[in-house]
């Protein structure tokens, strides 16, 4: 079983829905990151989480320590929102480095 | 461009090169992360620097893999003798440093065809 679980792996919705993506993580964590990759491979971090809930234009990230459990929301989605999200964690323990999940693949039809 | 940069952008080498690649931080970050990430999968992480201090490396680095970060500032990776198995996209990331400031910001990733 990987450390950092998502779901769905795949997701296609029509644009302005509603989209939801979750993470699901076995281990103590310092921090969460939801980060997202468009074709040719570059990363942007959109959030880092420890607690609570953060929002940035159309886009949610909540967490749910004692659950170990965060999901990234989407209001009103758009094309260009077709991307690959990606769930990373940092460990409570000391280390430095980020174990990420395998990533949701979002596509959005106009 | 202030952000994350490597050098090259794409690499297509035959079994048995060596390659290098080249990570530029962002210029105040102390930390610098590589990680690889192969078709499908999510990122894996193979080191990282605080400084020029190599403070953790992964299994996945085998005695090919060598990482460096000599003054503290850009970070070279070299694998030696490639193999098939060795394409991959391979990813610096930098971060300042410190919990509450600890975002990684990630380069644009070189990607590496061993043929």
């Known amino acids: 079983k990987n450390e950092v679980e998502q779901s769905p792996q795949n997701l296609t919705a029509q644009e302005g829905e509603f989209i939801t993506i979750n993470c699901s993580y076995s281990?103590?964590?310092?921090?969460l990151h939801w980060l997202q990759q468009h074709p040719g491979g570059g990363i942007v971090s959109l959030f880092m989480?420890?607690?609570g809930k953060k929002k940035h234009g159309r886009l949610i990230a909540t967490i749910n320590i004692q659950e170990k459990h965060s999901s990234l929301h989407i209001t009103a989605s758009h094309p260009r929102d077709s991307a690959v999200y990606i769930c990373?964690?940092?460990?409570?323990?000391?280390?430095?480095?980020?174990?990420f999940g395998t990533g949701t693949r979002l596509t959005i039809i106009p | 461009d202030t952000g994350v940069s490597q050098d090259p952008r794409h690499k297509i080498t035959k079994r048995g090169q060596n390659v290098t690649f080249r990570c530029d931080p962002i210029?105040?970050?102390?930390?610098l992360y590589w990680y690889r990430q192969t078709l499908g999968q999510g990122p894996e992480f193979l080191t990282y620097?605080?400084?020029?201090?190599?403070?953790?490396k992964s299994r996945l680095l085998s005695d090919r893999f060598s990482a460096e970060r000599p003054k503290g500032s850009f970070s070279t990776l070299e694998i030696q003798r490639t193999e098939q198995g060795d394409s991959a996209m391979y990813l610096c990331?930098?971060?300042?440093?410190?919990?509450?400031?600890?975002?990684?910001?990630f380069g644009p990733g070189t990607r590496l065809t061993v043929l």
């Open positions: 990373a964690v940092r460990s409570a323990f000391g280390n430095e480095k980020l174990t």
């Open positions: 210029s105040e970050h102390n930390r």
């Open positions: 281990v103590g964590i310092s921090a």
């Open positions: 990331a930098s971060s300042f440093g410190g919990a509450l400031k600890d975002t990684q910001y």
């Open positions: 620097f605080q400084n020029e201090a190599q403070l953790e």
């Open positions: 989480l420890s607690s």
